[in-house]
């Protein structure tokens, strides 16, 4: 298996994984978080919290639709990866500007850039390989 496929298989795997705990942990135990954010509870941070909380596990499901895809070498895995990785990386600028959280921006920058990277690199050395093939026939 190429480095960019393993590379790509593995920042979608944990990316997944700290989406499901992100997630549930919005879900299950968000006055833990705000106490540690330094945030105070009321019904409106309840409200958006648990809808942030479901679209993490969204975005954590499909990151393991993505990886099943990649293995299977399924072009559309590479598709969903990089936009996965772009929504990262404009999440991350909106994190910013919104809340003004360098370290939370830089997690989101941080692994979108590490899908996007190699999801390129094996997209690339797919079209090469298939571009080989058609001219050898």
Excluded at 28 to 55: E, P, Q, R
Excluded at 67 to 76: D, E, I, L, M
Excluded at 105 to 125: M, N, Q, V
Aim: hydrophobic share 55%; glycine share 6%; aromatic share 12%.
């Amino acid at each position: 298996m190429r480095t960019s496929k393993k590379a790509l298989i593995f920042f979608l795997l944990v990316l997944a994984v700290k989406d499901a705990l992100l997630g549930s942990f919005l879900l299950l135990n968000l006055n833990w978080i705000l106490s540690h954010a330094g945030m105070s509870y009321s019904n409106d941070v309840k409200t958006m919290a648990s809808f942030f909380g479901v679209c993490v596990l969204i975005v954590s499901t499909l990151c393991l639709t993505a990886t099943s895809f990649v293995a299977s070498n399924k072009p559309n895995g590479v598709s969903i990866s990089k936009f996965i990785g772009w929504w990262m990386v404009i999440a991350s600028v909106i994190v910013y500007i919104k809340i003004g959280k360098p370290e939370w921006s830089a997690i989101d920058f941080i692994t979108g850039a590490l899908i996007l990277i190699p999801a390129f690199l094996y997209e690339r050395k797919t079209s090469e390989v298939d571009n080989t093939a058609f001219r050898l026939q």
